[in-house]
């Protein structure tokens, strides 16, 4: 039997990876399962496929969680230190599905058992790419890209030379505001910004979604899993989110990954890899879909693309700050403190206050990682008081 981990069981990406798990759960021995807030659910997924332990990121719901697993064999814990702890319950395969910079962590524990890291956390290889590389690397540890454009590419490549790519195109569907006027952005509302066109996500990939953050960090996430040279890296606008992704090879011959937008493929391809088995997710009529439509990105309306080609130009920890400032910028735009065009230009002032060659090129380490992160949001947090 596999023994297998969710962190963040109870996300969008945590309740389709648990779908794939029900559908043939004797082949599966669930050790850890770790969720936020949403301790019901989190205790109702750790009954159902009995878990060995379920953990809460917050001390304050443990009580909550051990009185609902009460009389079951389920271990109950919270708290950061908990979720490190899981982590290094011995596992063969493992989710990273907890949404921004603390799924580090847990990600990286994952790797130094030797086991196989399903890593939807983008932000993981955002702030510390070459750290997740290199630990999976000195452990013998797989890693298995999730987000949907980068499982796409990572299938294109399947048995191609990496240095026969010429270049890498992910798509984005343009978000909630695609078809907006310029000058109507600046008030957008966050009920605007948390409906997507295409995907069922998150709240936060979700508006990361509107403000094309989401492809920004997708960009950098391209870079450091494939390490390809960032001029290599395109994105594309493709309002109907049917083509994941874009492989160009030296021929000219380009590799399309097609699919409806369900994340279980992605997630079903990484759970089975190196297999492939049926998933449950619905076969396209092209003949009934008609057409596909392409634009290119207008990076006036969205600077995170531009942001994203500064990162990944000056490498380092800049991914990290860049991601740090984006994360409080969005607790800010969410809290209503700051409209959706200052997410940008709060994350741009970050950047560049935050560019010393001192701290953009020091050791990429889960400490420096976390203080840079640190100091990203508090600068954030200044340049947001500045503004209201
Ligand atoms: P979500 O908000 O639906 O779920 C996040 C999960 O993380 C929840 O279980 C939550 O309790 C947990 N969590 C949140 N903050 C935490 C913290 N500080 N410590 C510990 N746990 C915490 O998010 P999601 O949409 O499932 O996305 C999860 C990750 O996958 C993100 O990194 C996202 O960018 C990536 N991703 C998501 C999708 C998608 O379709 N949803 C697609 C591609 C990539
Ligand atoms: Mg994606």
Redesign the pocket.
């Known amino acids: 039997m596999r023994r297998i981990s969710v ?8 309740c389709n990876t648990l779908d794939l798990v029900d559908r043939a759960a004797g082949e599966y021995r669930v050790v850890a399962l ?5 301790v019901a659910l989190l205790a109702e997924q750790a009954l159902r496929l009995r878990a060995e332990v379920a953990v809460t ?1 917050h001390e304050d719901c443990l009580d909550e969680l051990r009185g609902l697993l009460a009389g079951s064999d389920v271990e109950a814990a919270a708290g ?1 230190g908990a ?1 490190a702890e899981a982590a290094r319950r011995p596992v063969d395969w493992a989710m990273s ?4 910079a ?2 580090l962590p847990p990600g990286i524990a994952v790797l130094e058992q030797g086991a196989t890291l399903a890593l ?4 993981s290889l955002v702030t510390a790419g070459p750290l997740v590389l290199a630990t999976a690397k000195a452990h013998g540890g797989t890693l298995l890209p ?3 454009e980068h499982s796409a590419v990572f299938q294109a490549l399947v048995g191609e030379d990496i240095s026969a790519v010429e270049r890498i195109i992910i798509t984005a569907s343009g978000g909630a505001f695609r078809d907006w006027p310029l000058e109507k952005l600046a008030g957008a509302t966050l009920a605007e910004a948390s409906c997507h066109p295409n ?1 069922a ?5 979700t508006i990361d979604s509107a403000s094309l953050f ?1 492809k920004a960090l997708e960009l950098i996430e391209t870079k450091e899993y494939f390490g390809i040279a960032p001029e290599r890296i395109e994105a594309l606008v493709h309002p109907e989110s049917m083509i994941h992704a874009m492989v160009g090879f030296n021929d000219g011959a380009l590799m399309a990954h097609v699919g409806p937008p369900d ?1 279980r493929h992605a997630i079903g391809f990484a759970l089975h890899w190196p297999e492939r088995r049926a998933l449950p997710v619905e076969r396209l009529d092209f003949a009934k879909l008609g057409q596909f439509t392409f634009r290119a990105p207008d990076e006036a309306r969205y600077p995170a693309l531009r942001l994203a080609r500064e990162v990944m130009a000056a490498g380092g920890l800049s991914g990290a700050v860049f991601n740090g400032a984006k994360e409080r910028a969005l607790d800010g735009f969410i809290a209503g403190e700051i409209g959706f065009l200052d997410m940008a230009a709060v994350v741009e002032e970050v950047l560049t206050k935050l560019s010393a060659d001192s701290l953009i090129n020091a050791d990429i380490s889960l400490d420096t990682v976390a203080a840079t992160d640190h100091l990203a949001r508090v600068e954030a947090e200044r340049a947001i008081r500045a503004r209201v």
């Open positions: 962190f963040g069981s109870t996300g969008s990406i945590g770790t969720g936020g807030r949403n990121a950061t979720i599905a907890i949404v921004g603390a799924g939807a956390n983008k932000e999730v987000d949907s995907w996500m998150g709240q936060r990939i989401n994340m």
